[in-house]
């Protein structure tokens, strides 16, 4: 347990870079583990999530060095090529490396076991069981469909059409990769478009793959017995953790900053658009696109926040940036009213039961609902803070709360910052100096 206390003391100000993307910096560690040849990452997350994917690739048989300029080097062993690891996979706190995995090992004819965390081990991994048998892989998981847990998988799979029964880029990229090594097209068909990283990174590495936009839903098609072409991919950053420093910026009182290189993808750009609506002053400079994903540098300044009802249907492209939001929330002029969140409750911690438990520690209004949070906002006083709160081994409340420490009356200590290393390694040396 590593406790650390957050406390007003005066603007932000400055420029700062956040961490690589960590759904990006995960594909491209399998996909180039997957091609055949040398691959080289840029800007990848050197969080704990992402070492757990790279030293699973490891076991599997890929070389993964980090040079001394900070770009890793990843040489594939091929589609198809994947070597039956020595040990149990250890994924840590990380539901992205555990489901991706869980499909890549589907399709390939070897047998591994997959351990994690506390956390990890409370989460539902059911909805890619399911798909990942019906193209013949044999899983054995632990009662209610948890870790640990054990995959066989078959070789040659069988192809599927799988709808997702929930919006989740895990389990589209789970069936998607597992349907990479499986003879045919494997399609996966979403109602309610997700985060799009595995397509766009697929289609990099050469696989052929088509998405076409039918009625509301895409299908994603994907040709097995691919061959991948090594590639050099620059990661962006994470805007998952952009978000902590730009609401930071947002609810302290003459604080400007602004963040570099940050990932701008549509499906994942939602809390930018929720912040404008209500009254952020949040500017976008030099848009761009980087390796195939939009990016840009981003300002944020100190802004009078009006409370608004979100829209459901955003909860996809925002899906990780709740937390954060309940925060901005608390300290807006009136009411903000978010629903549609049922998947927040299966994250690293039942996010909304987290974060309606903290912020009312730390005296901000708020209403739990079963899908959602109601929050009536300060109308920008500070929050009383003087509280410890719980980050559940989640990292992103861990993060939420330190930013609600900013723009209270007293400080707000957080149990445990440790998690916040799967994800934002160098978090609070980033807030430190941005406090001058
Ligand atoms: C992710 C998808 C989302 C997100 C997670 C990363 C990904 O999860 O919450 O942090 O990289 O595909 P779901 O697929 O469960 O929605």
């Known amino acids: 347990m590593q406790p650390m206390s957050f406390a007003a003391a005066g603007p932000l100000r400055g420029t700062a870079r956040v961490p690589g993307d960590k759904s990006i910096s995960h594909r491209a560690l399998m996909l180039a583990a997957l091609a055949v040849g040398e691959s080289r990452i840029d800007g990848l997350l050197e969080g704990e999530d992402v070492l757990a994917t790279a030293a699973a690739m490891r076991a599997m048989g890929a070389e993964i060095v980090r040079g001394a300029d900070g770009g890793w080097t990843v040489a594939g062993v091929g589609v198809g090529g994947l070597h039956q690891p020595a040990g149990a996979l250890d994924m840590g706190n990380s539901g992205t490396s555990t489901r991706l995995l869980m499909g890549l090992v589907a399709s390939h004819p070897i047998t591994a076991a997959f351990i994690g965390d506390a956390s990890l081990s409370r989460r539902p991994m059911a909805r890619v069981i399911e798909p990942l048998s019906r193209m013949g892989a044999d899983v054995t998981a632990s009662p209610g469909g948890r870790l640990p847990l054990m995959v066989r998988g078959l070789c ?87 978000a902590f420093p730009i609401v930071a910026a947002l609810i302290v009182p003459g604080s400007e900053v602004r963040i570099d290189n940050v990932g701008l993808n549509p499906t994942r750009a939602g809390l930018f658009e929720v912040l404008r609506a209500m009254g952020a002053d949040l500017e976008i400079v030099d848009a761009r696109e980087v390796g195939g994903e939009p990016v840009g540098d981003l300002i944020a300044r100190a802004s009078p926040l009006t409370g608004i009802e979100v829209a459901p249907e955003l909860a996809p492209s925002m899906i990780d940036e709740y937390p954060i939001l309940f925060v901005a929330a608390a300290l807006a002029q009136g009411r903000t009213v978010m629903r549609g969140l049922e998947e927040l409750r299966v994250k690293e911690s039942d996010r909304i039961a987290t974060m309606a438990a903290g912020l009312a520690a730390i005296g901000a209004r708020v209403e739990e609902l079963p899908d959602g949070l109601i929050v009536e906002g300060s109308g920008g006083d500070p ?47 980033m807030i430190g100096a941005l406090r001058g």
């Open 383 to 429: 929050l009383p803070g003087g509280a410890t709160v719980a980050a559940q081994l989640d990292h992103r409340i861990a993060m939420s709360f330190a930013v609600a420490g900013l723009a209270a009356r007293a400080p707000v200590t957080i149990d445990d910052m440790t998690p916040v290393a799967t994800s934002f390694p160098g978090f609070a040396a």
């Open 156 to 242: 040659p799979a069988v192809p599927i059409r799988y709808t997702l029964p929930v919006a989740s880029a895990q389990v589209k990229s789970a069936i998607l990769l597992a349907g990479l090594n499986t003879p045919g097209i494997t399609e996966v068909v979403e109602p309610v478009p997700t985060r799009d990283h595995s397509e766009r990174m697929l289609a990099g590495f050469g696989a052929a793959l088509t998405v076409s936009t039918e009625g509301k839903a895409r299908h994603i098609r994907v040709t097995g017995e691919a061959e991948l072409r090594p590639q050099h991919i620059a990661v962006p950053g994470d805007p998952s953790s952009a």
